[in-house]
């Protein structure tokens, strides 16, 4: 568990003792493996200690699951920054927010398959882990937006008609509904948004290691591809981290 940014203290604190032991067997029995008994064996703690700090597993999964979510979103907004910062297209911002996603789902298996993989059995997120699940399409919706409102999003070759099918909760992530002939622009992000976390399933969990020769250049490809279906150009060749 990273904890460099904490002082020395808070790296002892309780909860961050649990958790850095719950992220160990995350790795080592995955999500449904997780129960205070385990986690205390692996923390050196008495089950009453893990407990006290976590009352119960569902208590521990959900600082988790916002602990990975936040983590991973403060990377793509860190990436995002720097890609401003040195005055990217939003292509390019995209690009380089993915390869962030990527590079942190790969440093973070656990995590990334707590909260990407299969359902973990008897849990279910509360309202809590919504804000920091957020954050991952907030980001992508940002740079959306911003190349909508800089003109650098072409047209879409088909328009898909017929009643929203979208949530308040989509249309108030990316600020309100576009006028045609971009109306649908939020649809088409969840499409993106999709094909990302697809497409890292697929490379965290190796299904794509022996169909390509350079998994990281392919991942670039595979995003710029995606984001045809949204009229952002994604530029290639450039260097990745």
């Known amino acids: 568990m990273d904890v460099s940014g904490a002082s020395a203290a808070?790296?002892?604190?309780?909860?961050?003792?649990?958790?850095?032991?719950?992220?160990?067997?995350l790795v080592k029995l995955g999500a449904g493996g997780l129960s205070l008994d385990a986690v205390a064996g692996e923390a050196g703690l008495a089950v009453a200690e893990v407990a006290a700090v976590f009352p119960d597993r569902d208590d521990l999964l959900?600082?988790?699951?916002?602990?990975?979510?936040?983590e991973s979103g403060a990377a793509m907004e860190r990436a995002d920054q720097a890609a401003r910062e040195a005055g990217a297209s939003a292509g390019a911002r995209l690009l380089?927010?993915?390869r962030a996603l990527r590079a942190w789902s790969f440093a973070n298996p656990g995590e990334f398959t707590l909260i990407y993989g299969s359902p973990v059995p008897g849990y279910h997120a509360p309202q809590d882990t919504v804000p920091a699940a957020s954050r991952t399409p907030g980001v992508m919706a940002g740079i959306v937006r911003s190349a909508l409102e800089a003109g650098e999003l072409a047209p879409p070759r088909r328009v898909v008609s017929g009643t929203s099918l979208l949530l308040p909760e989509a249309v108030q992530v990316f600020g309100g509904v576009p006028e045609a002939p971009f109306a649908d622009i939020i649809e088409r992000g969840i499409v993106l948004?999709?094909?990302l976390?697809?497409?890292?399933?697929?490379?965290?969990?190796?299904?794509?290691h022996d169909s390509v020769r350079d998994e990281a250049a392919f991942f670039d490809y595979a995003i710029a591809v995606a984001a045809e279906g949204i009229g952002l150009d994604v530029p290639l060749g450039t260097d990745n981290d």
Not at 10 to 25: E, I, W
Not at 197 to 208: D, K, N, P, W, Y
Request: proline share 2%.
């Open 62 to 70: 959900t600082a988790l699951v916002i602990d990975a979510y936040n």
């Open 193 to 195: 948004w999709s094909n």
């Open 197 to 208: 976390i697809g497409l890292l399933v697929f490379q965290v969990f190796s299904r794509t």
């Open 10 to 25: 808070d790296q002892d604190t309780p909860a961050v003792v649990v958790k850095a032991a719950a992220r160990q067997l």
């Open 96 to 98: 380089a927010v993915t």
